[in-house]
Each structure stands twice: as C-alpha cells, then as structure tokens.
C-alpha cells in the first residue's frame, strides 16, 4: 500500500536549519510529484512547494524562496525538505503529500504522518 | 497567487444536521478544487477532488459542487465522526493555496 513515512520531530533554535525526510513506498517513486505543506499551531494548511522526482525541479512557494530546498534520493525513495534560517514562526507541523492526476485535475491523495518542527532558543 | 476565502471560520452542528462550507477563489480555478478533513494532530485525508467527485471510501454523505470561483462542501446527516475541521484548496496554478479551514463543532 502507498505510504509516506516522515523523520521524526526536531528542536532548533533561531537561526538554525532543519532537514525533513520522507520515506515513499507502494507505488513507482519517479511518477508522482510530491508536495510539502505546514501547519502552525491553531493555524490554517499553508502550502510550501513542490519536486517533480523524475526531473528533480522544485517550485516554491515565493515567500520562502532562498530559504527552503526540496530534493529527492532516487535509491532510496526518500524526499527531503530543508529549511534554513529558523525563526519561532516556522514552529509547525510539516507534511509531505503525493500528487495524483485523475479525472482530468490534480490533488494530495496520501500524506505522510507529519514532522513537528519546534524552534525555541 | 489566488487567495482563497473559506467561510465560516467555525459552527455548530448537530448529529444529523445538514452543513454547507463555501470556498470562494479570487480568480476562477475551473474546476480544480479538493476539500479535506483534519481531525487534531492528523494529516488531512481527502473527501472531494475536481470540485465534486467522492474520493473513493469517503461516504456518500459528503459532497461537493461548484465551478470557476464558487464552490462548496455539503455534508448531508452529519455524523459524530464527521466534527473535524474542513479546508478547501485550488489545484489550479502554483501555489496551491488553501482556504483558512472551518472547524465543525458538537451543538
């Protein structure tokens, strides 16, 4: 079955940078774009940008544009999201989602179980 | 980018209550909306793709409609399992934004 398994929670301080992981499994790794999203505490889904694994091109969202990295290890269906620069705004729930085309649009089908980023000095 | 403004924010319901959420995008999206469900401390799962195809597994309870601009999720004979908070988002252009969420509360 598809699943997506994130790393565990981290602790950073200001200024520091955290790297994500997401671990693909049950389906071809190569031919689904896969997405990451946050939540701040209490708050809305906030989306973060997207890699396309079978070329490795990324688009951001603009804000974090120079501060977040998405990249992919093909030999071990694992994604990753790096994010530098910490402040205690990027205190957050992240998730990494699968992206399906069907019936002529795209959307998340399977979300990984979410990473807990806590940034406090 | 295209906002996307969720409303209400919040409401009360009963079991077996009829609820309507409304999403509305700042520029026409076609048909490219999905809606969620997010229960505290869980990733969201999906209820409606394509404005209103049923996610496969998803009770027919669930539905959704609307196109270019408007759009809605309604769920018919709300049920104990169903309080959770909703959130729409365009797949239409990058980034895919999302609505801010309405939180669908016991009466």
């Known amino acids: 079955q598809v699943q997506l398994v994130q790393s565990g929670a981290e602790v950073k301080k200001p200024g520091a940078s955290v790297k994500i992981s997401c671990k693909a499994s049950?389906?071809?790794?190569?031919?689904?774009?896969l997405h990451w999203v946050r939540q701040a505490p209490g708050q809305g889904l906030e989306w973060l940008g997207v890699?396309?694994?079978?070329?490795?091109?990324?688009t951001y969202e603009q804000r974090y544009q120079g501060r977040i990295t998405m990249t992919l290890d093909t030999s071990t269906s694992t994604f990753y999201m790096e994010l530098s620069s910490l402040t205690s705004e990027d205190t957050a729930m992240y998730f990494c989602?699968?992206?399906?085309?069907?019936?002529?649009?795209?959307?998340?089908?399977?979300w990984g179980q979410g990473t807990v980023v806590t940034v406090s000095s | 980018d295209i906002q996307m403004t969720q409303s209400p924010t919040s409401l009360s319901a009963s079991v077996g209550d009829r609820v309507t959420i409304t999403c509305r995008a700042s520029?026409?999206?076609?048909?490219?909306m999905t809606w969620y469900q997010q229960k505290p401390g869980k990733a969201p799962t999906v209820l409606i793709y394509?404005?209103?195809t049923l996610q496969s597994g998803v009770p027919s309870r669930f539905s959704g409609s609307g196109s270019e601009t408007e759009f809605t999720l309604t769920i018919s004979d709300l049920q104990p399992e169903d309080f959770a908070t909703y959130s729409c988002?365009?797949?239409?252009?990058?980034?895919?934004?999302f609505g801010q969420g309405t939180k669908v509360e016991i009466k």
């Open positions: 520029l026409s999206i076609r048909g490219h």
């Open positions: 989602a699968r992206r399906i085309a069907a019936d002529g649009t795209k959307y998340l089908d399977y």
């Open positions: 049950g389906f071809t790794f190569n031919t689904h774009y």
């Open positions: 988002q365009q797949t239409y252009s990058t980034p895919w934004t």
């Open positions: 394509g404005a209103s």
């Open positions: 890699i396309n694994p079978s070329r490795g091109g990324t």
